[in-house]
T-cell receptor
């Protein structure tokens, strides 16, 4: 199957700083990528849909000014958590759609102190 | 999107078949049944999907009832590495995946 990578795999930052997470499709081009967040012992929650060359579409309740998404190329989407706070600590997972399947990255664990 | 209902947890002995049920009684004609799984602290992994016919691949088999109101994912010979949360999702093609609570499958020796 198609391979999606994420970087970094884990990050620890201080409260108030911004953190950027990269999502790359390694062997295919993805016009659409998705960003999910997962808290411990909970299911994945869709945050936003990222379309190459256009603004991301955010799910209800997700602050677009806090979670900045950029999808500047067909192989890269980035999620920036701005002014991170401890409650933003979570597992962030991206995915990319190819034909009728969605392939997921390995996830990025963010811990905000 | 149609709502799905899955048991919260199941156990299976290693080497035996794991049969994971999913109810989707409100599925509409153009919606597919997708199965993903998530091993602890990893991203979800695609398993299989189908519309109305039974499907089989190297990982699993998907059995969809004739009325399409329920389906069963079958792992023919479960191993310890199959321990994961399994998600049944019903969506139209190219729609975004919305995850429910899934079934936590524990495979024991």
């Amino acid at each position: 199957g198609a391979v999606v990578s994420q970087h970094p795999s884990w990050v620890i930052c201080k409260s108030g700083t911004s953190v950027k997470i990269e999502c790359r499709s390694l062997d295919f081009q993805a016009t659409t990528m998705f960003w999910y967040r997962q808290f411990p012992k909970q299911s994945l929650m869709l945050m936003a849909t990222s379309n190459e060359g256009s603004k991301a579409t955010y799910e209800q309740g997700v602050e677009k000014d806090k979670f900045l998404i950029n999808h500047a190329s067909l192989t890269l989407s980035t999620l920036t958590v701005t002014s991170a706070h401890p409650e933003d600590s979570s597992f962030y997972i991206c995915s990319a759609r190819v034909m009728n399947e969605q392939f997921f990255g390995p996830g990025t664990r963010l811990t905000v102190l | 999107d149609a709502k799905t209902t899955q048991p919260p947890s199941m156990d299976c002995a290693e080497g035996r078949a794991a049969n994971l049920p999913c109810n989707h009684s409100t599925i509409s004609g153009n919606e597919y049944v997708y199965w993903y799984r998530q091993i602890h602290s990893q991203g979800p992994q695609y398993i299989i999907h189908g519309l109305k016919n039974n499907e089989t691949n190297e990982m699993a088999s998907l059995i969809i009832t004739e009325d399409r109101k329920s389906s069963t994912l079958i792992l023919p010979h479960a191993t310890l590495r199959d321990t994961a949360v399994y998600y049944c999702i019903v969506i139209r093609i190219a729609d975004k995946l919305i995850f429910g609570t899934g079934t936590r499958l524990q495979v024991f020796p």
